[in-house]
Every structure is written in C-alpha cells, then in structure tokens.
C-alpha cells in the first residue's frame, strides 16, 4: 500500500508548495510557463522557491532531508539561492520508543541488556533521521554511547530511491537542462552514501581509523570503538564529554581560546585532507563539541562518522599544486593543471582560462574570512567550468560540502581569520615534505617491506626474463628466417617465371624470322 500511497502524498506536497510551477517554469518553454501560472491560481505562493523547496523536503521525511542537504553542496548544479536555502535543512526527528530502542539493542548483540549494561539510559541523548543515541554503563565502569539504527529504516530508503530514480530519469527527458546537471548520477551519489551510513560497523572503521590517524596531533578527539559490541545496526563507543561548539558564550566563560579554536580547525582540515586523504566529511556544528576537561582542555571533539571523504595520491597532488598555485597568485599554473589533469579539454586556451580564474579569485585575497563567502566563490567557479566545460570531479565533492563547513565554522569563531595564510604554510610544508628528501624517505621506508621480499628473488627474476627474452629473440630470429625463405623461393619462382617468359618470347621470335627466310 505504501508504494500506491506514497507517490500520492508526494504529488500533494509538490501542489502544497508549488514545486509544479518550478518544474513547468525551468523547461523554458511558453506553453508549459503558461500551464504553471494556471496552475498556480488560487494558491498562495509568496515564499521564495528556495524556501518553499525546503519546506517540501522537511514535509516529505528524513530521506528528503537528507537528499536536500546533500544537494545542497552541489552548487554547481543549483541557483544559488536554491543552494543556500537547502543547506538550512537540519534533521528534525522525534525518537522512536525506548522500549523498541531497547529491543533492537538486544536482538543485535544477542543478549539481555542487563547483561551487556551495568546501566542503559532509555531516553535518547539525540535523535537523527539514520539512528538515535542513548548513553549506558557497561560492567567495567566504562561510560559508553550507544547508536541504534531505527528500525525499518531500508524498506523507507529503498522505496523513496526507487522515486527518486523515476523522478530524475523525468528531469533529464523533459527539462533543457537535464542531461547536463545528470540528476540519475545525483541519486545514484545519494543512493551511495545513504546506504554506507547505515552500516554502523563501517562508520565504528571509519571512526577507528581516523583515530589513528589524528593521533599525535593533540588538536582532535576520536571516541573509541567497543568492538566486541559493534553490529551493523548498533555501535557502541566511548562516551565523549563536551561542550557543543556553538555554544560560544560557555565555551568563552570556561576559557578557551577561541581564535586558537579556529585556527586548529583549519588545520584538522588541511592535516586529515592532504596528510591523510581521509577526512570527516560532515563537519556540521552538530558533530563538533569542544573538551573542557583539564587534561584535553580546548579540543575539538569530533562525533558521527558516517560521510567519510577520501583522496587518492594523485588527488592530493593535484590539489595541493592548485592550492599553492592559488596562494602565490599563479593562475596561469591553475589554468595549467586544469588542462593537464584532463579537467578541462586539451585545446582550451591557457589563457583565456587564466583570465577568467584570475578574474574570480584575485578580489578575495589578504581579506579576512568575513568578508569572504567561499559560498559564492564555488559559485562562480563553477559558471565558470560550465563556460569551459570543466568536468566535475565526483570524489571531490564531499571536500567542497566539508570546506563550506569548514567557513561556517570560521565564520562563527573568529570572523577576522585569514584563512589563505593560515592554510598556506600548512600546504607548502606538505609540498616540500613530499617532493623533497624527507618525502622519498618516507616513500621508500613505506615501500621497504615490499622491496625486502623482491631482493632475494631478484637474480633468479633477472635470470629468467633474459631467458624468455633469449627463447623470444630465437623464435623470433626463426620466424624471420622462416618468413625470409618463403620469401626467395617466391621471389626464384618470379624469376624463372620471367626467364620462361622471355625465353619462350625469343624462341617464337627467331622461328618466325626463319620461317620469313624461308628456312623453315
């Protein structure tokens, strides 16, 4: 009965808002405009389209939310009053009953929580869309949290995907721009990231490894994974004890500093994106609180993993090339590395290229990061690689969703941030620590074990590729020998052929000379 009622009550949401003149209007056709004013007669429709786009979302449930706040970062594909309202979107859930929390805890880990719990706390800690959070104590004393995955949760993703699929699939046949903002790819992206979230055994990987690898740089905070009571519908952990960030006057009369606060969060950023390649991809204020006990005083604490970025070396590379291109101002170096990476088509001229980023990004430097919307820079980045055909990169989108985080963040702590110089000696120590003697090092020490075990096998390796390279050169050698036989014994039969021929012309010459004599 869903499947029948759900596209229902979505059509009745689409009329609520007026999504229909919004769709009618973008296919940029009079007969559809025309429709869509019809249409529109007798409903009040005053809101802006941004707003009222995210007021059906919110109406529609969860999934929409997140789709919406997903979208959202997609600023090349949007208006930009269309992505600044989606990104309002916040996940709004009242929390399912406690006794079925308790329910699915147990048939997860397969036992009474009186068992697992020395105490569980039935009321819910916060309630997201995915899953809700309720603090315990296990029987060793330690304080956990515990993530629930609400119950039914795939059936409600996979029917309203199944929309959403026949949804784009009509946006891209009826709306001029369809194919080129490739809304299947959108959902497919969507589809792809809404189901590794609800795998709450890889979001405890992922939490596990970014542990790792922000140990030692005492700036972040990385709760601890319960392993031996992680399933993929419940995840236990450490309990992190913290302020929410934005809670800025009790962060201040507790006495952190809060312009250190924001520098070290650009340097997270930077350190988990060019040092890792592995970064918190939903840096939203909900996810951040901030240490106040003595011992951890002033660090970020980070929650809800998730959306997990990543980057290939090559990715990295490239990236950190354009960034310190940035930073000294060399667009023409940008505009090259857009052509090299294959970005851009292979005769679009540098030039021109050059122009056009100069022309975006020359207005923004030496000015603090309140008089900067990073916002509208993508924005205009992105018209331009629409003008140039910029192609735009999949993997890099989360980095984009997490660097607006990251300038909100900013924004809120220390408006006066200079977040190019704060970025810029962080970057080009990266460079110089991975082109340099310190990065082949490092190189080769991570590349030593593979080498250790290649070293003894090398000479019999060397002994049998010269080898197959003799028996290849000999089979070689034979065949040309072979292939140069045929050839003379071809070439002998033309010849006495030819030799035949003008034998048998000589022959049938001289007769009839002798026979003109009258010899024969």
Known sequence: MRSLFRPAYIGLIALRFGLDGLLLHSL?????????????????????????????????????????????????????????????????????????SARLV??????????????????????????????????????????VLRPGMLNVIDDDLALMRTLAGWVERFWSDGKRLKPREVVAEFDKYLHDELDLVREAAN????????DGLDLVLVPEMIWDHCTPTVMVMERMKGVPISQMSRLRAAGVDIKKLARDGVTIFFTQVFRDGFFHADMHPGNIQVSLDPATFGRYIALDFGIIGTLTEVDKDYL?????????????????????????????????????IRTVCEPYFDRPIKEISLGQVLMRLFQISR????????????????????????????????????????LEKWMHEQVGLRGLWQRLKREAPRYAKMLPELPRLVHQNLEHSNADLRRDLAAMLAEQRQTNRLLSSIVWVGVGFVLGLLTAQLLLRLHGLGLL
């Open 106 to 147: 147990e048939k997860a880990l397969g036992k009474p929580l009186s068992a697992i719990f020395k105490h569980f706390d039935t009321d819910p800690i916060a309630s997201a869309s995915i899953a809700q959070v309720h603090f315990a104590v296990l029987h060793d004393g330690r304080e956990v949290a515990v993530k």
């Open 207 to 214: 939490a596990a490894q970014l542990r790792r690898n922000m």
């Open 320 to 356: 950190a090339q354009n960034f310190i291109a940035f930073f000294h101002r060399d667009y023409k170096r940008v505009a090259e590395l857009h052509i090299e990476s294959g970005w851009v088509p292979a005769t679009t001229r540098v030039d021109e290229l050059e122009g056009a």
């Open 28 to 100: 940029r056709r009079p007969r559809w405009s025309l429709l869509a004013r019809v249409l529109s007669t007798g409903r009040r429709l005053h809101a802006p389209r941004g707003e009222r786009l995210r007021q059906a979302l919110e109406h529609l449930g969860p999934i929409f939310v997140k789709f919406g706040q997903m979208l959202s970062t997609r600023r090349d594909l949007l208006p930009p009053d269309v992505a600044d309202e989606l990104a309002k979107l916040q996940d709004r859930v009242p929390p399912f009953p406690s006794d079925e």
């Open 387 to 426: 003008r140039f055909n910029v192609e735009i990169q999949p993997q890099l989108v989360l980095l984009q969703k997490t660097l607006l985080n990251v300038e909100g963040l900013g924004r809120e702590l220390d408006p006066d941030l200079d977040l190019w110089s704060t970025a810029k000696p962080f």
